[in-house]
């Protein structure tokens, strides 16, 4: 499949998908990515990891945004999670900016606008090394890490670079969890122990705890709320784990400002906030074309 044979209409959610994804939290798409498309991933990660930039932004030695910059990557038994890759690299760039993916994000959430919001690449070691807990997950909801985010609507996209099952440590979901809105302090993505995090949640809907592991082909990308519960187990096959996330905020998302909760120092200050332009008020612009550019534009469905 070349991008130009991609019947657009025939690989969006159906109406019944907008109902699961709503009630549940998650969606798995059709094979939407060519493998073109996703050979220049690839290719692009190793090119970022062995820190050739195919562009470079003002901020793009700064440690404070992102801690890996210019830092090749090399011993491949430790797994690494690289932000800001689709800026730093053109083929995953086209993967983070894809229009189907974007357009199927609006159809999920019932949105207008979808900007950009952040990415990450991740790349999970295989753990038959020393460490068995290696490239673990901590089970988190993403929109714990974005407080300074007014929109509940956001959403991510999780694209894996090859076939992924249980065997590599594939994303696993808990359902229906994206209504378990008192979870508060869930910034537990570095956390090792899954029990632990497991044994701490509050499910305020009183379902049970079922975890679905999200098995995907090449060329499909799953799709779960801000607010979904999501992590990952070890991988245990033989083959590193490579997947980029592609989080995504609707048009009306605005920096919200939570300075007053401490007069001494910044609460919450996310690193877009360091690199984004301004708005009239001082406050960061989370509309800056630079940084969140505009994906889709439309009507909502
Ligand atoms: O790939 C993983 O293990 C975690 C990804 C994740 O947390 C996300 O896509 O929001
Ligand atoms: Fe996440």
């Known amino acids: 499949m070349s991008d130009s044979e991609l019947d657009v209409a025939a690989v969006m959610p159906s109406a019944e ?58 011993d491949r038994t430790r797994s690494r999670a690289d932000g800001y890759a689709s800026f730093h690299s053109f083929g995953l760039r086209a993967l983070a900016r894809h229009p189907v993916i974007a357009s199927i994000a609006a159809a999920l959430i019932g949105a207008t606008e979808i900007r950009s919001w952040k990415d990450q690449l991740i790349y999970k070691a295989p753990a038959s090394g020393p460490q068995e807990n290696e490239g673990v997950t901590g089970f988190h909801q993403d929109k714990r890490y974005w407080p300074t985010c007014r929109s509940d609507r956001m959403i991510t996209a999780w694209i894996p670079l090859h076939d992924c099952s249980t065997q590599n440590g594939c994303l696993v979901v808990i359902k229906g969890s994206h209504q378990w ?116 534009r439309g009507t909502a469905g």
């Open 17 to 74: 998908d907008i109902a699961y994804y709503r009630q549940n939290g998650y969606y798995v798409s059709k094979k939407i990515l060519s493998d073109d498309l996703i050979a220049g991933a690839l290719e692009g990660s190793e090119r970022l990891y062995r820190g050739e930039y195919d562009e470079r932004f003002a901020w793009s030695d700064d440690p404070n945004v992102d801690p890996n910059f210019g830092v090749p990557y090399t």
């Open 181 to 296: 809105r008192n979870n508060h302090a869930l910034v537990t993505f570095d956390e090792k122990n899954q029990d632990y995090i497991k044994s701490k949640l509050i499910n305020s809907e009183g379902d049970e705890l079922v975890e679905v592991p999200l098995e995907l082909q090449r060329g499909q990308v799953s799709f779960h709320d801000c607010y979904t519960i999501h992590g990952s187990y070890p991988n245990v096959s033989d083959s590193p784990r490579r997947a980029l996330s592609v989080h995504l905020q609707d048009g009306e998302n605005r920096y919200r400002d939570l300075n007053f909760l401490s007069r001494a120092k910044p609460v919450y200050k996310h690193s877009h906030d360091l690199i984004c332009r301004k708005a009239e008020n001082g406050f960061p612009d989370y509309s800056d074309p630079e940084i969140f550019p505009t994906l889709y």
